[in-house]
């Protein structure tokens, strides 16, 4: 009865690092989704993917790559993080695109 | 790109009192989704709306799908300290891609004791 899992919830970076957030749903969900929530901007989508084997740019996708590895797991990856990637980045997932998502509780990434 | 506007950007109430905040666009919407989101957590949807005219209630949460489809409410009725939090409007364009649910900047609640 987990929902949607992310890993880690916390991440400090250095500048021109590179890592990968993990993200899983164990509700048979065909679509998923990372976003970013800065103060003031509210939920930006980064990527998606709308069924296994498929992915998709969202508003804010420079800087960025995602993997869908299975119909449970989607990845976002920062290839060279920079300070302007701060931020705290949730994983969703929704059987389909109209159904309301469910969210993961976030990881929250610092970039120095 | 496309713009959910979403009013107010905070409110501080009494508890007791009912909270009303709303989410305009330009744009023609097929679904408008109300999510809350309490401090260190994601957001947790509250209600769904499908067809223009809908009026949902969840406990003392209600929502409203406006007949243009371009617009929806939340009111919250007879504030408790736990409301507090953000509060999110989300809506699907009409035509729009599977995966673009945008959303509104937020409304954050706090409930004065």
């Known amino acids: 009865n987990a929902g949607v899992t992310q890993t880690p919830k916390f991440q400090v970076l250095k500048t021109g690092q590179s890592m990968t957030l993990q993200c899983a749903q164990d509700?048979?969900?065909?679509?998923m989704y990372w976003y970013r929530q800065d103060p003031g901007m509210g939920l930006r989508l980064i990527y998606y993917s709308a069924s296994e084997g498929t992915t998709d740019k969202g508003e804010v996708p420079n800087g960025y790559n995602v993997s869908r590895l299975n119909k449970r797991e989607f990845s976002l990856r920062l290839e060279s993080a920079a300070p302007s990637q701060t931020s705290v980045y949730f994983c969703a997932s929704s059987l389909s695109g109209g159904n309301g998502y469910t969210f993961g509780s976030g990881t929250r990434l610092t970039v120095v | 790109g496309q713009q959910l506007n979403q009013s107010p950007q905070s409110m501080f109430i009494q508890e007791g009192e009912d909270v009303s905040m709303n989410c305009t666009s330009s744009s023609i919407f097929n679904t408008w989704l109300w999510y809350k989101q309490d401090p260190g957590e994601g957001p947790v949807l509250l209600i769904a709306?499908?067809?223009?005219?809908e009026l949902t209630s969840n406990g003392r949460l209600t929502a409203q799908f406006g007949i243009t489809r371009k617009d929806s409410f939340l009111n919250i009725s007879a504030s408790i300290p736990s409301d507090v939090g953000i509060y999110f409007c989300?809506?699907?364009?009409?035509?729009?891609?599977?995966?673009?649910?945008?959303f509104g900047k937020g409304t954050k609640l706090s409930v004065k004791p």
């Open positions: 989300a809506g699907q364009l009409y035509g729009g891609s599977q995966g673009n649910l945008i």
């Open positions: 709306l499908y067809k223009a005219g």
């Open positions: 509700m048979n969900h065909n679509s």
